[in-house]
């Protein structure tokens, strides 16, 4: 069973920083599509915050967190980091990582129902 393990996150105040990540095990990145990282709608729905191509490293950010948000990956630790940086209240949120790795139908980039594994979740709080 493939799992994602999330790691990171917490409270911050606003301008601050957070890096989070998240680790996969039994699944290498080299089997996957696609990477992201999503947060929670309050209708319980997932945005999409970031997403990569694994094989051609092209990356999309929300309009929302361009320029504030990296994703990076690292294939040989088998693990994702999103860095948060300038963080303002409105990213308060969970956030959750997410792999379309071994099959998963392609619904786009940064549609949830692309992905067919995911994190547990990890609270971010940004204060003002």
């Known amino acids: 069973q493939v799992q994602l393990v999330q790691s990171g996150g917490g409270s911050v105040q606003a301008g601050g920083s957070l890096r989070l990540s998240c680790a996969a095990s039994?699944?290498?990145?080299?089997?996957?599509?696609?990477l992201a990282w999503f947060r929670e709608l309050p209708d319980d729905r997932r945005e999409g915050v970031a997403s990569?191509?694994?094989?051609?490293?092209?990356?999309v950010y929300a309009d929302s967190v361009k320029d504030r948000f990296t994703f990076s990956h690292d294939n040989a630790r088998n693990t994702m980091y999103l860095q948060m940086n300038n963080l303002k209240q409105e990213d308060t949120d969970i956030y959750y990582c997410?792999?379309?790795?071994?099959?998963?139908?392609?619904?786009?980039?940064?549609?949830?129902?692309?992905?067919?594994?995911w994190g547990q979740g990890t609270q971010v709080t940004v204060s003002p």
């Open positions: 997410a792999a379309k790795c071994d099959g998963g139908t392609h619904n786009g980039l940064m549609n949830q129902w692309t992905y067919n594994y």
């Open positions: 039994r699944v290498t990145f080299d089997r996957c599509d696609y």
């Open positions: 990569v191509i694994v094989r051609t490293g092209y990356t």
